[in-house]
């Protein structure tokens, strides 16, 4: 039946809520209260003791409630606890923690779960000393293009004699010392690495030459570089190592490339033609050298034959003239046929003594000329006659015919 009619409360004012009619106001803030405090006083067990008017009863239904102080400390013990747990930290492997008690340096921890006093009384500062990072000096490289964009402000430098040079480092380096880092670098560390970096290249770079830092001393500038800059960071006390120092590229300028390329090939034509006239000497020289000690020898043998010569035909003569002194005659004769035999041997006449008798002689011309000419004058006998007489033809040797032609040439000399 609806609420409004008699009997069914409607009479009384109220609505099915319990409110009364014409009221509906929220609900009360004291009954608020007391439902809370019901609940906290569940909750530690506590409850009320008996009716009252300002002690946090329920109205004296005996509810259980809990004072505001005992509220006030539960909000204190939990912050507290909060506040203790906050000191908990984890340091991963790799990494050393710096603990700070009040910013003064307290100590350093491994790798693990430890714990210190919560901020802010302590703080702890965690640094991977493990982790190799790598600085560009002179470029910087694009990864998404994978090209280096040249940095003139860093890569620029002068060099011993006196020309300008576009070189590129990269410096790989981890921490060796994570309180000195903390407490002496206030610059943020890959800004200090490059700025070191520059200052050792520079120092370097202006000791040596532009053509030994571009060719043959790339490795030896790199190792000195790496040396001198380990010493500036330890003099800085900054806590870092150089793990390694490369040079990435050196050359000249972009603005005068073409002309140093234009000088390097010039060098390299003055290198090749050195090496040209070096080989040509080492060719030509030792040929000369033993040109010159063959005709040395050839001299020597000259020298020492005719030297023999010379007194072969002193003792010749000398044996010639014990013949002559025993026998004038015989001996003169034999001069004279043996000097007109070696006169005759070259001449291409021939002489023939014909007053034995009437012979037909057959003389061939062709094959004398050609043994005359194989031979020259290595042959002192004059060539075999072919001479017939009437009813006989007799082959006479090479003994015979000088007998013959010494008789005729003696005949002659008679006349």
């Given at each position: 039946m609806p609420w409004?009619?008699?009997?069914?409360?409607?009479?009384?004012?109220?609505d099915p809520w319990g409110n009364k009619r014409g009221e509906q106001g929220p609900p009360d803030?004291?009954?608020?209260?007391?439902?809370?405090?019901?609940?906290?006083?569940g909750l530690f067990g506590r409850r009320n003791g008996g009716g009252g008017n300002g002690s946090g009863q329920s109205g004296g239904k005996g509810l259980p409630s809990l004072p505001g102080k005992s509220v006030l400390m539960v909000a204190v013990v939990i912050i507290l606890g909060g506040w203790v747990a906050s000191g908990f930290y984890t340091v991963e492997q790799g990494e050393n923690g710096v603990v700070l008690q009040l910013g003064k340096f307290k100590e350093t921890t491994q790798a693990g779960l430890h714990w210190r006093i919560p901020y802010p009384v302590e703080t702890v500062e965690v640094i991977n000393v493990q982790k190799v990072n790598t600085v560009e000096v002179g470029y910087r490289a694009n990864n998404r293009t994978r090209q280096a964009t040249s940095v003139l402000r860093e890569a620029l430098m002068l060099t011993k004699d006196e020309n300008i040079i576009d070189i590129h480092f990269a410096v790989q380096f981890d921490v060796k010392d994570p309180t000195r880092l903390l407490f002496n670098v206030s610059e943020p560390v890959a800004t200090v690495v490059r700025s070191a970096t520059e200052s050792a290249v520079r120092q370097i770079v202006g000791?040596?030459?532009?053509?030994?830092?571009?060719?043959?001393?790339?490795?030896?500038?790199?190792?000195?570089?790496?040396?001198?800059?380990?010493?500036?960071?330890?003099?800085?006390?900054?806590?870092?190592?150089?793990?390694?120092?490369?040079?990435?590229n050196a050359q000249p300028p972009s603005q005068v490339k073409d002309a140093f390329d234009d000088a390097v090939r010039a060098r390299e034509d003055e290198e090749r033609i050195k090496n040209e006239a070096e080989a040509y000497a080492n060719d030509i020289i030792p040929r000369a050298r033993g040109k010159g000690a063959r005709i040395a020898q050839e001299a020597e043998a000259y020298k020492a034959s005719v030297v023999a010569r010379a007194k072969g035909e002193?003792?010749?003569?000398?044996?010639?003239?014990?013949?002559?002194?025993?026998?004038?005659e015989v001996t003169r004769d034999r001069l004279y046929l043996e000097a007109m035999e070696e006169v005759l041997a070259n001449s291409s006449k021939l002489m023939i003594d014909q007053k034995g008798g009437n012979n037909v002689i057959y003389l061939p011309l062709d094959q004398l000329m050609r043994q005359r000419a194989g031979q020259g004058a290595e042959s002192g006998f004059t060539q075999s006659l072919s001479t017939s007489s009437s009813g006989s033809s007799d082959s006479t040797t090479d003994s015979s015919r000088s007998r013959g032609s010494r008789s005729a040439l003696r005949e002659r000399g008679d006349n």
């Open positions: 409004n009619q008699p009997g069914s409360g409607g009479d009384n004012g109220q803030l004291d009954e608020v209260i007391r439902n809370l405090q019901k609940k906290f006083g000791r040596n030459t532009m053509d030994f830092a571009i060719t043959a001393g790339r490795a030896e500038i790199a190792q000195e570089t790496k040396v001198l800059l380990q010493q500036i960071l330890d003099r800085y006390q900054t806590g870092l190592n150089i793990r390694a120092v490369e040079m990435q002193a003792s010749r003569f000398e044996q010639v003239l014990a013949e002559y002194q025993k026998a004038p």
